[in-house]
């Protein structure tokens, strides 16, 4: 009675096997062949859809404002002064980086004079009334081999941005500029904008370097006010009526603006916050936090800031006193070390130092310093030693500590700065370590005595970059026009300084692309595309530079252009596993031509 239920049995057990192979090659069919589909060569992607509706702008504008309430629309924004169209532009800006140390590309671009600037200033900053009773300024700009742009812009915006009551006159000194022709080009400017009458043009005689050739301007100047710019600078609005009137309330204080920061590739101007002047052993000038309490009320962030020392390319100081205190030291060479003598001088002969929070003045940052000193000689290496000898006592050996090397270096005769010294009667370097900057660290501090001037200074608050909270304004794949393929990481998601490729579009992490308020894209929320390579690649989200910002439209085939490059993303082939690249920004060259998937 038991066998026909188990052949039963049997039989039922049959039929599933043979079910279940059929299912299984079934799926195995169907997988084959969607594998095929969507892996046919680029010649036949010209018919195949994406995976929403048509990728036109209307449905991408649409959806990013249904989803991201904060997006802004770029649709007009490559417009850019630094894209590159043409092999001349890529020469351009390459050549810019390597004799100025900036996008010279750019620079042309903008031209002679930016008609408008951020207010970055506090808004208290402009409800003060200045008393128009205020000395006259000397400005000296000296300059070698600069970037004719960036020069004209320095003085167009000293003249523009300077009550005609105020400026006594511009002195442009000439360090011996090898650069072809450009004596002529900045004095034929100066004729063209009919200048001759404010602005006078000087060349030294041979390559002196910064510091001698300020003294030169200097000495030449007949202002109550001795205003020093570097020469790509561009002022702020009612920059110089604080400079000024600092001065005039105190003849032995000298004035330094808020130095902003106008970017190297892009010329962004930007803010930058309020900080002062500090050093480390290795005599390194340095940004330093403000102590603890300076920033209380609102009406602190418009008081001037008592500073150890100034960055030195840009201040304000009575022209007499800084004749009495001995203007720069005429034994220092070229570049280097002149700001921390000046600092420690000013400080310890009975002067004082501060910063203006409500006068502010852009400055190109530049990549590189572009120039040596002749026989490329470490001036700055000699330079320091002139300084610690004459002001640092005998602190001055926390310097050499760090500089072994130095000890054999000829950094010249110093007996006339020692003389001014004792002339001056100025008070000890350990005097200005407690007085002046007694949150200075030194070698010998023990550990509660470390501790307690570590606590005195505001910390800045850090946030680890992976875990900052971004404003993210789209999510989307990034499609190349007319095939299926999108850009990929090639070792994955999560790993740093992975190049890019292109894979069969699919909705996940590895081509889930975040856009955030400040241009970045940011991969999975996680790492940011980067073209500071050359190629581009994932990395560590800066939050500063514009080698992470990238400007698209929302139409369909935008570029993808990047501001520090100036070239587009691009492929040189249409295939699977082909490298993400940077090209010129061709409109015609469909390899460069993207759309944005909305997922």
Request: glycine share 6%.
């Amino acid at each position: 009675m038991n066998y026909f239920p188990k052949n039963l049995l049997e039989m039922n057990g049959y039929k599933f096997f043979l079910f279940g192979c059929l299912f299984t090659s079934l799926t195995w069919s169907l997988s084959l062949y969607m594998y095929w589909k969507l892996n046919t060569r680029p010649d036949n992607y010209s018919n195949v859809k994406l995976f929403r509706k048509e990728n036109t702008y209307e449905y991408v504008k649409s959806q990013k404002s249904k989803y991201f309430k904060n997006h802004i629309d770029r649709k007009n924004d490559l417009n850019d002064l630094g894209i590159i169209k043409t092999d001349d532009d890529l020469a351009i800006r390459d050549k810019g980086y390597k004799d100025h140390g900036f996008n010279a590309l750019v620079s042309l671009r903008l031209g002679n004079y930016r008609e408008t600037l951020p207010d970055t200033r506090h808004k208290l900053c402009s409800t003060i009334k200045y008393d128009q009773n205020l000395p006259v300024a000397s400005i000296i700009i000296c300059f070698y081999n600069e970037h004719p742009q960036a020069l004209f812009r320095t003085i167009q915006s000293v003249i523009r941005r300077t009550p005609k009551k105020f400026l006594h006159e511009v002195i442009l000194i000439n360090d011996f500029s090898d650069s072809e022709n450009l004596h002529k080009i900045v004095d034929q400017y100066i004729h063209d904008e009919l200048l001759q009458g404010i602005v006078h043009l000087k060349k030294t005689d041979k390559r002196e370097g910064l510091i001698r050739a300020r003294l030169f301007g200097a000495n030449l100047a007949t202002g109550q006010v001795l205003i020093f710019l570097d020469s790509h600078v561009e002022v702020n609005i009612d920059w110089i009526e604080p400079l000024l009137t600092r001065v005039r309330d105190n003849r032995t204080q000298i004035i330094a603006p808020i130095i902003d920061i106008i970017q190297p590739d892009t010329f962004d101007y930007k803010s930058s916050p309020l900080v002062r002047g500090g050093f480390n052993w290795g005599l390194n000038f340095k940004w330093d936090s403000l102590p603890k309490g300076t920033l209380v009320t609102e009406k602190d962030f418009i008081k001037p800031i008592k500073t150890p020392t100034i960055a030195g390319g840009l201040f304000a100081v009575d022209r007499e006193y800084f004749n009495e205190i001995g203007q720069y030291d005429s034994g220092m060479n070229i570049w280097g070390g002149e700001n921390l003598e000046l600092s420690f001088r000013a400080w310890m002969c009975g002067g004082s130092l501060y910063i203006e929070p409500c006068s502010r003045v852009g400055h190109v940052f530049r990549q590189h310093r572009p120039y040596s000193a002749p026989n490329h000689e470490d001036t700055m290496a000699r330079n320091s030693l002139r300084l610690a000898n004459v002001w640092m006592d005998n602190y001055k050996k926390f310097f050499i500590s760090k500089r072994m090397d130095l000890l054999r270096l000829d950094y010249g005769d110093v007996s006339e700065r020692k003389a001014l010294r004792t002339k001056l009667g100025c008070n000890s370097f350990e005097w200005y370590l407690e007085n002046v900057y007694p949150e200075m660290l030194l070698p010998t501090d023990e550990a509660d005595r470390l501790n307690k001037k570590l606590e005195n200074v505001e910390k800045p608050v850090f946030q680890p970059w992976n875990k900052r909270i971004r404003n993210y304004t789209a999510k989307f794949l990034i499609n190349l026009s007319n095939t299926n393929l999108c850009i990929h990481p090639a070792k994955g998601h999560q790993t740093k300084n992975s190049r890019l490729v292109l894979r069969s579009c699919i909705r996940n992490k590895e081509q889930i692309w975040y856009e955030t308020d400040k241009e970045e894209l940011v991969l999975s929320k996680l790492l940011c595309l980067d073209s500071a390579s050359g190629s581009p690649v994932i990395g560590k989200c800066s939050e500063t530079g514009s080698s992470q910002r990238w400007k698209h439209t929302d139409d369909k085939g935008t570029a993808f252009y990047n501001l520090a490059a100036g070239t587009c993303l691009s492929v040189n082939e249409k295939r699977i596993n082909a490298e993400v690249v940077m090209n010129i920004c061709n409109n015609d060259n469909s390899y460069n031509k993207w759309n944005l998937v909305i997922v």
